[in-house]
């Protein structure tokens, strides 16, 4: 493969190395800095590559590398005091836990590429999702708002919110709704479709939420989730494709409620 058709290769994945680093940081910049810090590692050694036939996999192991040989620490010059309240969480859990459970949940690997991905074994690739499934989503219960125009869709996703022992606060269809829900019933966190039914923007409707309330996590919903990671600023931390799965919900909400972990949640 020419260097060309490599930076080309890595181009196509590397959205998705972003957002698997940010939710594994809960940080847009401290998740960027180590998927910097990989393509790096790369452009400066090719051999990093070398053993998988699988770009995203060996990308994804590059990564894994350094932020194992990192000793996984989490820049907090620029995190907000929420920020570091849940790294100090993180200190608790399972070593490696998260990593599987999102690699699993947000980036749908299986557990033998897992397994590539951590250097451990299937096995135990696997036993360290169940464990993070565990830990975290007993972790704290909260208040959530769902914005997302498909009914269908919304009384799924409300559905699987209140089986976690999460309280919906509603369901908005459109930007103005959004905003009357807030104002009604602050949430803890939001689950937020991107387009909503009366043509406005999901992420307008979450900006000015965040802009009035203030640093609340948002996970969002897309079909099209390149679309939202293009390194521009502002972008999610928490990001899920559609059509999704129960799982994968159920992991973004945990995720997002741990790192939110402080005011105004039940521990």
Same mark, same amino acid.
């Given at each position: 493969m020419t260097a060309a058709d490599l930076?080309?290769?890595i181009g196509r994945e590397l959205p998705f190395l972003r957002r698997y680093a940010r939710a594994l940081t809960g940080s847009q910049s401290a998740g960027d800095n180590y998927a910097a810090a990989?393509? !790096?590692?790369? #452009?400066t050694d090719r051999s990093v590559l070398d053993? !998988?036939?699988? #770009?995203?996999i060996a990308l994804f192991k590059t990564f894994h590398a350094i932020w194992q040989s990192s000793g996984q620490p989490v820049e907090e010059a620029d995190m907000s005091a929420r920020e570091r309240r849940a790294q100090d969480h993180l200190r608790g859990l399972t070593p490696n836990s998260r990593e599987a459970l999102l690699l699993r949940t947000i980036e749908e690997l299986r557990?033998?590429?897992?397994?590539?991905?951590?250097?451990?074994?299937?096995?135990?690739a696997e036993e360290l999702v169940q464990i993070a499934l565990s830990e975290m989503g007993s972790s704290l219960r909260g208040r959530v708002m769902v914005i997302e125009d498909e009914m269908i869709i919304a009384m799924d996703l409300k559905g699987i919110v209140q089986a976690m022992g999460h309280e919906v606060t509603g369901v908005a269809r459109t930007h103005?709704?959004?905003?009357?829900?807030?104002?009604?019933h602050r949430p803890d966190l939001i689950l937020a479709d991107i387009q909503l039914a009366d043509g406005s923007s999901?992420?307008?409707?979450?900006?000015?939420l965040l802009g009035s309330m203030g640093d609340i996590p948002v996970i969002f919903i897309t079909a099209f989730p390149e679309r939202l990671l293009t390194g521009d600023r502002p972008e999610p931390a928490f990001l899920i494709s559609k059509p999704y799965s129960e799982e994968q919900v159920r992991s973004a909400v945990s995720q997002a409620m741990f790192f939110a972990s402080t005011e105004g949640l039940e521990a």
């Open positions: 930076a080309q290769s990989t393509l !790096e590692a790369i #452009l053993g !998988e036939d699988d #770009l995203r557990s033998d590429q897992i397994a590539r991905v951590m250097q451990v074994e299937p096995a135990e103005t709704a959004a905003i009357e829900l807030a104002g009604k999901g992420v307008d409707a979450v900006n000015e």
